[in-house]
């Protein structure tokens, strides 16, 4: 179970982005939304963003770690995850506007959904042509 590595160190991320935004609430004495505050924005959207995108892609990653698939396939889709997810928090971060991290880590990320899609797909065709 490769993927656990990866679940493990996105964990440490996310905890990471979880703790930006509760000392931004307690900076800015925001507790509940942004507050009307930019720099508390952008924490509350790297969080959400992490939030929303992190727990499929690892779903997927999974699948495709269970579907028995090559160690090293596993292992570069979880390293593509993981930078594309850095790159997208120095992205956003650095920059309310496009940025290069956010434009890259949003397409690394992409590029993991699509991979385990095909790899996920191929796998199913072929236990069903094989009888498997």
């Given at each position: ?68 698939y ?35 880590g949003?397409?690394?990320?992409v ?5 385990c ?16």
């Amino acid at each position: 179970m490769i993927t656990i590595v990866y679940a493990g160190l996105l964990a440490i991320i996310y905890a990471v982005l979880t703790a930006r935004v509760a000392l931004g609430r307690y900076k800015y004495r925001v507790g509940l939304g942004d507050g009307g505050v930019p720099e508390l924005t952008q924490r509350i959207r790297v969080h959400g963003n992490f939030a929303e995108h992190v727990p499929f892609a690892l779903f997927l990653i999974f699948l495709v770690d269970y579907s028995e698939y090559s160690p090293i396939i596993v292992h570069v889709l979880g390293i593509l995850l993981v930078i594309g997810r850095i790159l997208h928090v120095f992205g956003v971060t650095s920059s309310p506007n496009a940025s290069f991290g956010r434009m890259v880590g949003t397409i690394l990320t992409v590029l993991v959904y699509l991979i385990c899609a095909v790899l996920l797909i191929w796998k199913f065709l072929i236990l069903r042509m094989t009888g498997l």
